[in-house]
């Protein structure tokens, strides 16, 4: 289950140099010549930027890691090198020093063993190394409101990585927000989002950066890699970002639908996260609060029994399992979940989409999607549960007349999880609640769609 605000919950890093300064500047005519407007209101605005290839990469400030090509994505790692200067701003406090013999700077937990929240570590407790890559001035050709970033990346045991935003509001950058820490691997360190970042200029509830009164006009995404030991270090295959000024339903754009998918029903597996068996495993406990790695699994399944790959059919308390945010306290964390797909070398990312007819183009293209929603009882006839604060669910296809096909996994058993909705009613609820959010995980050198792409992938 995830939950919704207003439903129930939910530095060294300067500009580069001038040139970076003048670049946003150069831009800024464009943030001023395209207004989001629309009669009766402000409408929704998405734009997605997605970095994944060597070349991407070596536009970002690099300390302490190294950037080459990887198979099918960058290889960002931790990289040996000389005088680096070492800032305790890239590791939320603590201690630092730069270690001659090794290369790296290292960093010392902010907090003392399990001294953070409910007696969990903040990093490891301990000792670490260290190194950032620090993203160019990001200029959204819209205004924005809200942020999401996912990624892909490779965290053997013992490595891990934090994420940082901070963006533009009128002429003012805000201090660097805390994104969430991640690792594949829990044994040591507890992945978990970042709690009790709410200020004038922005808040972070779980996964998502919301700003304050100003709307931002641009943005900068940092990330720190860490490892326990100098020859170990994460992987950092690619970042995506949607950027979007959030309205509803009613002041989306228009988008006729692609009629062509209509009668495609792709064959995704079907699996309940209701099964009694699941309530006594904890992480959540199963039922309502496994919506989104029941559905995560789903599609990895679906893409398992596509390419003959076993791995990536993983059991549901697995997947939940590894997508657990340990500050959230839940598996509804929607970067967690695509990273989690992603670390199975599926690419993976969260985005934000204007309608079903855009989601038509994925279908036409054989990937299925997972959608967010939320719903009041009577919104969503047919679902299983009455009402949600917040839930995920696959679109697998559409009936010849265009309503939704769904795996719902809220559904009681394994056997009655494909659902039919509403064409109208199911955009409703997801655009009410998430903004369009869906989790788009597919192999990656699968064609993607580009009909009625409109900055949202």
């Given at each position: 289950?995830?939950?919704?605000?207003?439903?129930?919950?939910?530095?060294?890093?300067?500009?580069?140099?001038?040139?970076?300064?003048?670049?946003?500047?150069?831009?800024?005519?464009?943030?001023?010549?395209?207004?989001?407007?629309?009669?009766?209101?402000?409408?929704?605005?998405?734009?997605?930027?997605?970095?994944?290839?060597?070349?991407?990469?070596?536009?970002?400030?690099?300390?302490?890691?190294?950037?080459?090509?990887?198979?099918?994505?960058?290889?960002?790692?931790?990289?040996?090198?000389?005088?680096?200067?070492?800032?305790?701003?890239d590791i939320d406090g603590g201690s630092v020093s730069y270690v001659e013999q090794v290369g790296l700077c290292q960093g010392k937990?902010?907090?003392?063993?399990?001294?953070?929240?409910?007696?969990?570590?903040?990093?490891?407790?301990?000792?670490?190394?260290?190194?950032?890559?620090?993203?160019?001035?990001?200029?959204?050709?819209?205004?924005?409101?809200?942020?999401?970033?996912?990624?892909?990346?490779?965290?053997?045991?013992?490595?891990?990585?934090?994420?940082?935003?901070?963006?533009?509001?009128?002429?003012?950058?805000?201090?660097?927000?805390?994104?969430?820490?991640?690792?594949?691997?829990?044994?040591?360190?507890?992945?978990?989002?970042?709690?009790?970042?709410?200020?004038?200029?922005?808040?972070?509830?779980?996964?998502?950066?919301?700003?304050?009164?100003?709307?931002?006009?641009?943005?900068?995404?940092?990330?720190?890699?860490?490892?326990?030991?100098?020859?170990?270090?994460?992987?950092?295959?690619?970042?995506?970002?949607?950027?979007?000024?959030?309205?509803?339903?009613?002041?989306?754009?228009?988008?006729?639908?692609?009629?062509?998918?209509?009668?495609?029903?792709?064959?995704?597996?079907?699996?309940?996260?209701?099964?009694?068996?699941?309530?006594?495993?904890?992480?959540?406990?199963?039922?309502?609060?496994?919506?989104?790695?029941?559905?995560?699994?789903?599609?990895?399944?679906?893409?398992?029994?596509?390419?003959?790959?076993?791995?990536?059919?993983?059991?549901?308390?697995?997947?939940?399992?590894?997508?657990?945010?340990?500050?959230?306290?839940?598996?509804?964390?929607?970067?967690?979940?695509?990273?989690?797909?992603?670390?199975?070398?599926?690419?993976?990312?969260?985005?934000?989409?204007?309608?079903?007819?855009?989601?038509?183009?994925?279908?036409?293209?054989?990937?299925?999607?997972?959608?967010?929603?939320?719903?009041?009882?009577?919104?969503?006839?047919?679902?299983?549960?009455?009402?949600?604060?917040?839930?995920?669910?696959?679109?697998?296809?559409?009936?010849?007349?265009?309503?939704?096909?769904?795996?719902?996994?809220?559904?009681?058993?394994?056997?009655?999880?494909?659902?039919?909705?509403?064409?109208?009613?199911?955009?409703?609820?997801?655009?009410?609640?998430?903004?369009?959010?869906?989790?788009?995980?597919?192999?990656?050198?699968?064609?993607?769609?580009?009909?009625?792409?409109?900055?949202?992938?």
């Amino acid at each position: 289950m995830r939950s919704f605000p207003g439903i129930s919950d939910r530095n060294r890093r300067n500009l580069f140099c001038f040139c970076l300064l003048s670049l946003f500047v150069s831009g800024a005519t464009l943030l001023h010549t395209i207004q989001p407007s629309l009669a009766g209101g402000i409408q929704q605005y998405n734009e997605f930027w997605q970095q994944q290839s060597g070349q991407d990469f070596q536009h970002w400030q690099q300390h302490g890691v190294s950037v080459t090509n990887g198979m099918t994505a960058a290889n960002v790692q931790l990289d040996r090198q000389k005088n680096l200067a070492c800032n305790t701003r890239d590791i939320d406090g603590g201690s630092v020093s730069y270690v001659e013999q090794v290369g790296l700077c290292q960093g010392k937990d902010p907090y003392p063993a399990r001294g953070y929240v409910q007696g969990q570590n903040y990093y490891n407790g301990g000792a670490f190394y260290f190194g950032t890559l620090t993203s160019p001035i990001n200029v959204v050709h819209q205004p924005f409101t809200s942020l999401v970033a996912s990624w892909n990346a490779t965290t053997p045991a013992g490595t891990w990585l934090e994420f940082h935003v901070r963006v533009l509001e009128k002429r003012f950058w805000t201090h660097w927000y805390r994104l969430p820490i991640w690792a594949s691997d829990s044994s040591m360190i507890t992945r978990h989002s970042n709690s009790g970042q709410s200020d004038r200029t922005g808040a972070v509830e779980t996964d998502t950066f919301v700003t304050g009164k100003q709307p931002a006009r641009a943005y900068q995404i940092a990330v720190t890699l860490f490892s326990m030991t100098a020859n170990n270090s994460p992987h950092l295959k690619r970042v995506s970002v949607i950027a979007s000024y959030d309205t509803n339903a009613q002041t989306t754009p228009v988008i006729a639908p692609l009629k062509a998918a209509w009668g495609i029903n792709l064959a995704v597996p079907q699996r309940s996260q209701m099964l009694d068996a699941y309530r006594q495993l904890g992480f959540g406990g199963g039922g309502e609060a496994w919506c989104s790695p029941t559905s995560t699994s789903m599609v990895m399944a679906y893409w398992a029994q596509k390419l003959g790959q076993a791995d990536l059919r993983q059991a549901v308390p697995d997947a939940a399992r590894a997508s657990f945010d340990y500050t959230y306290q839940g598996t509804g964390n929607w970067p967690f979940n695509t990273a989690y797909a992603g670390s199975y070398n599926l690419k993976s990312f969260v985005t934000r989409l204007y309608s079903m007819s855009q989601v038509e183009s994925w279908i036409q293209a054989g990937i299925p999607l997972v959608i967010s929603v939320a719903y009041q009882p009577g919104a969503l006839p047919d679902s299983p549960i009455a009402s949600s604060t917040g839930h995920l669910l696959v679109v697998r296809g559409f009936t010849p007349h265009g309503d939704v096909i769904t795996n719902d996994p809220a559904a009681s058993s394994d056997d009655h999880v494909q659902i039919i909705y509403s064409r109208t009613r199911l955009q409703t609820v997801w655009l009410n609640a998430s903004h369009g959010t869906v989790y788009v995980i597919y192999p990656e050198k699968w064609l993607i769609p580009t009909l009625n792409r409109l900055n949202s992938w």
